[in-house]
């Protein structure tokens, strides 16, 4: 009779371990993602920052191009259309490549984000 209350015993104590096991992955996995998406949206803003900097920094930069070719072109008109085909080059360039410049970067990021602790 007392092998049979301590198999009883033993088996609720194995269903509360598990029952508390299982909580603790739950909230483990809560904290993994709470974490990760904390370092994604961390490094979005940063990139969006850094994304609204260089282009303000481009701009002024392509005007100073553009009053720099004035006197070599004849013209600020002449100056500023190079500098709108140069845009225009690059953003093509951008289109073309977007693969190995945008994506790739972001995949990679990603994966290494999210699947870096399955891997451990």
Do not use: H, W
């Not at 701009?59 to 006197?71: I, R, T």
Request: aromatic letters at 10%; hydrophobic letters at 55%; one cysteine or more.
């Amino acid at each position: 009779m007392s092998t049979d209350k301590n198999t009883i015993d033993n088996i609720r104590q194995l269903i509360a371990e598990i029952k508390e096991y299982v909580t603790l992955q739950k909230d483990y996995a809560k904290l993994q993602l709470v974490e990760k998406l904390t370092i994604l949206l961390s490094t979005l803003i940063m990139i969006f920052i850094l994304i609204i900097l260089g282009m303000v920094t481009l701009f002024y930069l392509l005007f100073s191009l553009a009053y720099l070719l004035e006197p070599l072109v004849g013209g600020l008109a002449l100056s500023f259309c190079i500098i709108a085909g140069i845009t225009i080059l690059i953003i093509i360039c951008l289109v073309v490549f977007r693969n190995k410049l945008i994506a790739n970067p972001l995949v990679r990021f990603l994966t290494n984000l999210f699947i870096q602790d399955l891997n451990k």
